[in-house]
T-cell receptor
């Protein structure tokens, strides 16, 4: 059974903290994505990666960075967490290049910044 | 928690009935469309996709219809079951243009409630 695993289901962090969200996939996919999901705004792409050590900005990269040191792992970093980064974060991977194309999503990490 | 006052469109159907979930897309240049299902507490799950050179595609109990004239997409679920209760998202894939990268635009979702 294919799997995308996010390290935490729920996180509570303080304003100004550096936050790491980890995502691992076991399907040998080259393409990985980070989204945030907010009511009324839908899914918005933060960053994506088509290869190890490669990253590209999505629609809302400000305040975030990513790391892809290994093919199976894609990390999202909040350099200095702020309350407007409270959200559901979703990681996805896909075999086919292109956002959303037959993508497999993790279960999500609900981050609250206080 | 969820924001107060921001409610998804909701479709309520009886178990066994057919469901039709509609989606209007924005860009006439979009060349690929996708439907995802998101159950409570889970990430979105790919259901079916369709290219712009097609007007219909069928999967297992699901059919997607594309009407490019009016920029409309629909997802039909046959014999709806309680396990189909979820939020359904459509997304359109806009090809690269004038220096812009290919872009996926997600809809806000429709909540499907299946009554036993």
């Amino acid at each position: 059974d294919v799997k995308v695993t996010q390290s935490s289901r729920y996180l509570v962090k303080r304003t100004g903290e550096k936050v790491f969200l980890e995502c691992v996939q076991d399907m040998d996919h080259e393409n990985m994505f980070w989204y945030r999901q907010d009511p009324g705004l839908g899914l918005r792409l933060i960053y994506f990666s088509y290869d190890v050590k490669m990253k590209e900005k999505g629609d809302i990269p400000e305040g975030y960075s990513v790391s892809r040191e290994k093919k199976e792992r894609f990390s999202l970093i909040l350099e200095s967490a702020s309350t407007n980064q409270t959200s559901m974060y979703l990681c996805a991977s896909s075999l086919l290049r292109g956002q959303g194309r037959e993508a497999f999503f993790g279960q999500g990490t609900r981050l609250t910044v206080v | 928690g969820e924001s107060v006052g921001l409610h998804l469109p909701t479709l309520s159907v009886q178990e066994g009935d057919n469901s039709i979930i509609n989606c209007a897309y924005s860009n006439s240049a979009s060349d690929y469309f996708i439907w995802y299902k998101q159950e409570s507490g889970k990430g979105p799950q790919f259901i079916i996709d369709i290219r712009s050179n097609m007007d219909k595609r069928q999967g297992q109990r699901v059919t997607v219809l594309l009407n490019k004239t009016v920029k409309h997409l629909s997802l039909q679920i046959a014999a709806t079951q309680p396990g189909d209760s979820a939020v359904y998202f459509c997304a359109e894939n806009v090809p690269p243009n004038a220096g812009n990268n290919r872009k996926l635009i997600w809809g806000l979702g429709t909540s499907l409630a299946v009554n036993p």
